[in-house]
């Protein structure tokens, strides 16, 4: 007789992949929020940077892991982010620190490719699925985050590349100044306690606000509408 493997030719149970794709997208959620606390409260130094550029390595390979993206894509996107990685560990082993606008252009680059990923994979998902449950919510909100991270990145390479002078008010500005600017216009609050100098800097707010209010009106306001529960 032929040997069967074990659970061959059950019935698979419905909602196991959803409940498995729903932990991994929940995993980068968590990864991003941790990373967000982590620059608040971290002091703008050298090691801090490197943690930084760390958590965005991570991040990067856990999107295309809930993502499940193609071999060929997940090698790449695991061996970009594991040389990003390595280059700023030896940096700082060698020199003692990390560079400012080399630790902005690094992050940036690790975080603007994972909201590409993510957003593959939650249009596959609802397609496949034929509706929207909690892990394409998680999905679009990690997104969400991701691009607030990326334009703070963003504003600091500014800084560092000007050596100073984006912010009118604060004349050396820490991480967590650039991270709380950014999701401050991201969400259109705009409390006007830190204002860029430079028409550069302006423009690129405006156009951060202006794909944060889309993307809430749009994109999460249809998620969360059309949000079903897990049968």
Same mark, same amino acid.
């Given at each position: 007789?032929?040997?069967?493997?074990?659970?061959?030719?059950?019935?698979?149970?419905?909602?196991?992949?959803?409940?498995?794709?729903?932990?991994?997208?929940? *995993?980068?959620?968590?990864?991003?929020? &941790?990373? !967000?606390?982590?620059?608040?409260?971290?002091?703008?130094?050298?090691?801090?940077? +490197?943690?930084?550029? +760390?958590?965005?390595?991570?991040?990067?390979?856990?999107?295309?892991?809930?993502?499940?993206?193609?071999?060929?894509?997940?090698?790449?996107?695991?061996?970009? !982010?594991?040389?990003?990685?390595?280059?700023?560990?030896?940096?700082?082993?060698?020199?003692? &620190?990390?560079?400012?606008?080399?630790?902005? @252009?690094?992050?940036?680059?690790?975080?603007?490719?994972?909201?590409?990923?993510?957003? !593959?994979? @939650?249009?596959?998902?609802?397609?496949?699925?034929?509706?929207?449950?909690?892990?394409?919510?998680?999905?679009?909100?990690?997104?969400?985050?991701?691009?607030?991270? #990326? #334009?703070?990145?963003?504003?600091?390479?500014?800084?560092?590349?000007?050596?100073?002078? #984006?912010?009118?008010?604060?004349?050396?500005?820490?991480?967590?100044?650039?991270?709380? #600017?950014?999701?401050?216009?991201?969400?259109?609050?705009?409390?006007?306690?830190?204002?860029?100098?430079?028409?550069?800097?302006?423009?690129?707010?405006?156009?951060?606000?202006?794909?944060?209010?889309?993307?809430?009106?749009?994109?999460?306001? *249809?998620?969360?509408?059309?949000?079903?529960?897990?049968?």
């Amino acid at each position: 007789m032929e040997a069967r493997a074990p659970g061959a030719g059950l019935p698979r149970r419905p909602g196991v992949g959803r409940a498995v794709q729903g932990r991994r997208f929940g *995993l980068v959620l968590l990864l991003v929020l &941790s990373s !967000a606390c982590f620059q608040v409260a971290a002091p703008d130094a050298g090691w801090a940077r +490197l943690v930084t550029i +760390l958590f965005g390595a991570v991040i990067l390979i856990a999107a295309v892991w809930a993502g499940r993206a193609r071999r060929l894509l997940a090698r790449a996107a695991a061996a970009a !982010a594991t040389l990003v990685a390595l280059a700023a560990a030896v940096d700082f082993a060698v020199e003692g &620190s990390v560079p400012a606008l080399l630790a902005a @252009i690094a992050n940036g680059l690790l975080v603007a490719f994972a909201p590409m990923v993510i957003a !593959a994979a @939650i249009v596959r998902n609802v397609r496949d699925e034929g509706a929207v449950t909690l892990p394409t919510l998680s999905g679009v909100l990690s997104i969400y985050l991701l691009v607030g991270m #990326f #334009f703070s990145f963003l504003y600091a390479a500014i800084q560092a590349a000007d050596d100073g002078g #984006f912010f009118a008010q604060v004349s050396d500005p820490e991480r967590s100044d650039f991270l709380y #600017f950014s999701y401050i216009t991201l969400s259109t609050t705009g409390y006007g306690d830190l204002t860029p100098t430079a028409d550069l800097g302006r423009t690129l707010a405006v156009t951060e606000a202006l794909f944060g209010q889309i993307y809430l009106v749009t994109i999460v306001a *249809l998620i969360v509408a059309n949000l079903r529960p897990r049968r």
